[in-house]
């Protein structure tokens, strides 16, 4: 059959597709491509699952090698419904990501559809959603989820009598239940959490749930919802602009300019001129040094500082290292890292006791003596550099350490540990947010992300993580570590490359010359395994686990962040596919930051040690005022404007409930 890709065609990536396999399961492989070769496109994951089952049904749980080609084959349709089309060449499959001739929002929805979808397909999750769609007697009235959807016909009549269409107000999700409909906070908020395009799976780590409604209707129905999640713990954008990367000290070292361009005539050309860009100083060499300096005196001592802080918070008494050694040899580095080699290979079938854990008896489990040996060893490295920066000032042995490769690594290692330390406690990621039809026509999208950012969302936060044991911390040091949780940062990422409407141009005046805003990082692709099913996942935890001789992988505190990314990964790579190539999302995605506080930057470095919020964020009655105080700007800002716009009736007559109702899916 021809192939499905013309010569000429672009793609946005082009992967050969050639699972390591033994020789009999690599024949079944290529006699599969083959057929695949002779068959419609549109037929050819309907042929792959068809293999997968003819070879399941023998006993293959035990069989390392079937389960490599089980893996293999179910990768496949994961990527065929992401979008990766085949091109099989001279039995050959070939795997592009086409440069699709529809625009980037269908694009990913599409690849997002096959794993949404097949999570209504769990028995758990359907009972669930007939349950909420059920409806039942709540203290004499009859009511379901339908309560909680917004009444179109509502909002539409007090458009036109020109009354307040809506009064939104936050709720925090916990355990209790509503008292409107008797249903728990937690699955009304469920719910409508499936509604997304994107699959949900629950996140480990902290965690925090937002309801937000309308009082101005009976049941007071979900104008929207949102949820804060543990940070990403490496995002380079983000880290430049706070000031903890290597990039971000250079620039700070170095003397301030600004790009410009400008024309010069070619010599020999009669006059002909090209534009050159240039860089011209915006400080005097004066000015540059003052100020380089100041920040040398407060950036090198916060840098030897957090190295220090990071060795107190290691337990050492197994690892032969008394914390207080001002010069550490490099013999040392070398027995600590064979030491944690040692404890690599025996560290498997991993368990944290989470019920009532014994600290130092957790700190000496064999996972966690890896990682504080290979901890300890990166520190004091990073500090024999330090001793040995060659400069009479602070400024001079910064310069010194950033003029080699040695200088950089320390100065990283120094700037990781300073982050580990707020990243988990002092910064969160907007993991989900947005607007509940028919609400979403009221730019209510742009509601839920100020108010995702709101005093009584920070004072919540603030409450309720402020005795919160730091699990890892409290292993590495063998005693229990309480950090300071006050919320001063937010990140998060746009859905599609084109951006978000409910992100841009939020910028919300806070008084004192002091504003809220959405402030666009950069751009990252990215990677995540979203578009992975949990077939593939579970075949892939089977093999590794027979290939490792037991789990490496157990979801507990210290193996690392986001188990299923790396077990994803590590199952690629087991079976011959270069992981990087297919966790990647080939969609780039536009990052933001909202500072929180009037000094969020300073106080993550560790240059202030107190927050300076907008508000008294212990007194309760101011932080409702300044949420509300939201709200407000929010309706006459964006939602006033909305219904002198546009056609906002015709809008809302077009919904229907009944598109909503996860039952019809």
């Not at 994951?45 to 080609?69: F, H, P, Q």
């Not at 706070?242 to 070292?253: F, P, Q, S």
């Not at 004091?380 to 040995?388: A, D, M, R, V, W």
């Amino acid at each position: 059959m021809r192939s499905t890709f013309d010569k000429d065609e672009q793609a946005l990536a082009t992967e050969r597709f050639k699972p390591t396999l033994n020789e009999y399961y690599n024949s079944l492989f290529e006699a599969l491509t083959i057929k695949m070769g002779n068959t419609f496109p549109s037929n050819r994951a309907e042929i792959i699952k068809e293999e997968i089952i003819r070879v399941s049904e023998k006993n293959i749980n035990g069989d390392v090698e079937a389960l490599k080609y089980i893996a293999a084959l179910s990768v496949l349709v994961d990527l065929s419904l992401q979008g990766w089309a085949f091109d099989i060449q001279n039995g050959t499959l070939i795997l592009k990501m086409d440069i699709d001739n529809f625009d980037d929002k269908q694009r990913i929805r599409y690849r997002l559809s096959a794993e949404r979808n097949a999570q209504f397909k769990s028995e758990s999750i359907s009972s669930f959603i007939t349950q909420m769609e059920t409806e039942k007697n709540y203290r004499g009235a009859i009511v379901s989820i339908r309560n909680l959807i917004g009444d179109k016909n509502l909002l539409i009549e007090k458009i036109k009598n020109g009354e307040r269409v809506c009064d939104p107000y936050i709720q925090l999700v916990t355990a209790s239940r509503d008292n409107l409909t008797g249903y728990k906070l937690s699955d009304i908020w469920r719910y409508f959490r499936y509604t997304w395009s994107i699959p949900y799976k629950t996140m480990p780590g902290r965690n925090i749930f937002y309801l937000v409604r309308d009082r101005l209707q009976a049941y007071h129905p979900i104008i929207g919802i949102f949820a804060l999640g543990n940070s990403v713990l490496n995002l380079t954008v983000r880290d430049d602009d706070i000031g903890w990367t290597v990039e971000a000290i250079k620039r700070n070292m170095a003397q301030l300019s600004k790009d410009t361009t400008c024309e010069q005539i070619i010599s020999g050309t009669d006059g002909k001129r090209i534009k050159t860009h240039i860089h011209i100083p915006i400080e005097t060499e004066d000015e540059h040094i003052k100020r380089s300096s100041a920040y040398a005196d407060k950036m090198l001592p916060l840098l030897r500082r957090s190295v220090e802080e990071s060795i107190s918070e290691l337990f050492l008494k197994d690892l032969g290292y008394h914390r207080n050694t001002k010069h550490p040899k490099p013999e040392k580095i070398a027995d600590l890292l064979r030491m944690a080699e040692e404890y690599s290979e025996i560290s498997i079938n991993n368990k944290n006791n989470e019920k009532s854990p014994k600290w130092e008896e957790e700190a000496q489990s064999n996972l966690f003596k890896r990682k504080r040996a290979s901890e300890l060893a990166k520190l004091l490295e990073t500090k024999i550099c330090f001793n040995t920066a060659k400069g009479t000032t602070n400024s001079e042995q910064l310069l010194y350490l950033l003029s080699s490769e040695a200088g950089r690594k320390a100065i990283h290692t120094a700037l990781i540990a300073n982050r580990k330390r707020k990243i988990g406690s002092n910064m969160m990621d907007i993991i989900v947010c947005g607007a509940i039809p028919p609400y979403n026509e009221l730019l209510s999208g742009k509601l839920i992300s100020i108010l995702a950012c709101s005093p009584k969302v920070v004072r919540d936060y603030t409450k309720k993580y402020s005795k919160q044991i730091s699990e890892i911390a409290s292993r590495m040091k063998g005693s229990r570590v309480v950090r300071d949780s006050r919320l001063v940062y937010l990140g998060t990422t746009s859905l599609y490359a084109v951006g978000s409407s409910q992100y841009n141009r939020i910028k919300v005046p806070l008084g004192d010359n002091n504003y809220l805003e959405y402030r666009k990082m950069g751009i990252t692709e990215g990677y995540g395994t979203v578009f992975f099913s949990k077939e593939t996942t579970a075949i892939f935890s089977r093999l590794l686990e027979l290939q490792d001789g037991g789990k490496r992988i157990n979801h507990v505190f210290g193996e690392g962040t986001s188990p299923r990314f790396r077990m994803i990964s590590r199952g690629l790579s087991s079976i011959g596919i270069r992981a990087d190539a297919f966790l990647k999302h080939y969609s780039p995605r536009i990052v933001y930051s909202i500072n929180l506080a009037k000094n969020t930057n300073e106080y993550l470095l560790g240059f202030d040690n107190d927050v300076e919020y907008n508000y008294d964020i212990n007194n309760d009655s101011e932080v409702n005022r300044k949420t509300q105080e939201l709200i407000d700007y929010w309706y006459t800002r964006w939602l006033e404007m909305r219904l002198t716009s546009i056609d906002i009736e015709q809008r809302l007559n077009s919904f229907n409930i009944e598109s909503i109702l996860l039952g019809n899916i």
